[in-house]
Nanobody
């Protein structure tokens, strides 16, 4: 029914920037509720940023002022702009999209962000 895919990960030096994309396809088109998660090596999965009801945005404290979540004009896509990257940002980043009306959640496959020293 619904597919979710992340892209934009890669290798970047500390202080650099990356923009991740989360795109849905299938039966779900308008992203109003979603979250960006990450899981670092040896660490638990962490919620990084979220959108609720299309406009309520929250960030985990460790990325405030550095990361920005936004929704594209094509509302099946959400971005995570990551600036001033730090080695501790190294993780696999996942997109989780909520189909709120049906009470369903869909996860992407993850995209690896590596911030080297």
């Amino acid at each position: 029914q619904v597919q979710v895919a992340e892209s934009g990960g890669g290798l970047v030096q500390p202080g650099g920037s990356l923009r991740l994309s989360c795109t849905t396809s299938g039966s779900f088109f308008n992203i109003n509720n979603m979250g960006w998660y990450r899981q670092a090596p040896g660490k638990e999965r962490e919620l990084v940023a979220s959108i609720m009801n299309g406009d309520k945005i929250d960030y985990v404290d460790s990325v405030k002022g550095r990361f920005t979540i936004s929704r594209a004009d094509a509302k099946n896509t959400v971005y995570l702009q990551m600036n001033s990257l730090k080695p501790e940002d190294t993780a696999v980043y996942f997109c989780k999209v909520n189909w709120t009306k049906r009470g369903l959640e869909f996860w992407g496959q993850g995209t690896l962000v590596t911030v080297s020293s």
